[in-house]
């Protein structure tokens, strides 16, 4: 079946500490995004990729950096420059005509 | 910016009644999508609107996209259990597939 996998569902990392969360779609979808959703709150978007090798700033970029090296393959590293790490990470692809996103599981990270 | 708001953000209502959440653009959409995240779960993607005054629906789910295409509308009829969580809208951003997420609107059926 086809979908994305984001790995692993719970991460927890002490504080100063890279991270780097994982995603992987086999649904031939050329764009791919990083939300990040805090409590009872919205989505807002980290980064985002159009095509491979290729990528920009989302709303909330600072303290997070991506590769898209692969189409399938969309990794997000937290950096220890973001100030207030601690959140639900989702990944999500959608096609060239814009039909949808496709969400991931999540990832819930939780830095100590 | 662009901002998408939805109103309201939380609403309780008893099983059986119904529910509706608004969604405004502060600029006009090219198309509005709408998506359903279940407590502790993913956002899912339930439909796209994309002609002026277009009105879809699914079962008990209506969906409706604004003459002026900057705003939307989900109604639930005869609200069950399983239609607890957080409804979302999305509208573009122009000249990219980035897609501007609403506030949410939070849902809970009392039994």
């Known amino acids: 079946d086809g979908g994305i996998t984001q790995s692993p569902k719970y991460l927890f990392r002490k504080e100063g500490q890279n991270v780097t969360l994982s995603c992987e779609q086999n649904?031939?979808?050329?764009?791919m995004y990083w939300y990040r959703q805090d409590p009872g709150q919205g989505l807002r978007l980290i980064y985002y990729?159009?095509?491979?090798?290729?990528?920009q700033k989302g709303d909330i970029a600072e303290g997070y950096s991506v590769s898209r090296e692969k189409k399938e393959s969309f990794p997000l590293t937290v950096t220890s420059a973001q100030k207030n790490p601690t959140a639900f990470y989702l990944c999500?692809?959608?096609?060239?005509?814009?039909?949808?996103?496709?969400f991931g599981s999540g990832t819930r990270l939780t830095v100590v | 910016g662009q901002q998408v708001m939805q109103i309201p953000q939380y609403q309780h209502v008893q099983e059986g009644e119904d529910f509706t959440t608004y969604c405004n653009s502060s600029?006009?959409?090219?198309?509005i999508q709408w998506y359903k995240q279940r407590p502790g779960g993913h956002p899912v993607f339930l439909i796209q609107?994309?002609?002026?005054?277009e009105v879809k629906k699914q079962k008990r789910l209506t969906f409706q996209f604004g003459e002026a295409k900057k705003n939307s509308s989900l109604h639930i009829t005869a609200t069950q259990t399983t239609d607890v969580g957080t409804y979302f809208c999305?509208?573009?951003?122009?000249?990219?597939?980035?897609?501007?997420f609403g506030t949410g609107t939070r849902l809970k059926v009392l039994a």
């Open positions: 999305a509208g573009p951003t122009s000249g990219t597939y980035k897609y501007i």
């Open positions: 999500a692809s959608s096609p060239w005509d814009r039909d949808g996103y496709t």
């Open positions: 649904l031939n979808h050329d764009a």
């Open positions: 600029t006009t959409l090219s198309n």
């Open positions: 990729s159009q095509i491979v090798n290729d990528f």
């Open positions: 609107l994309v002609k002026s005054g």
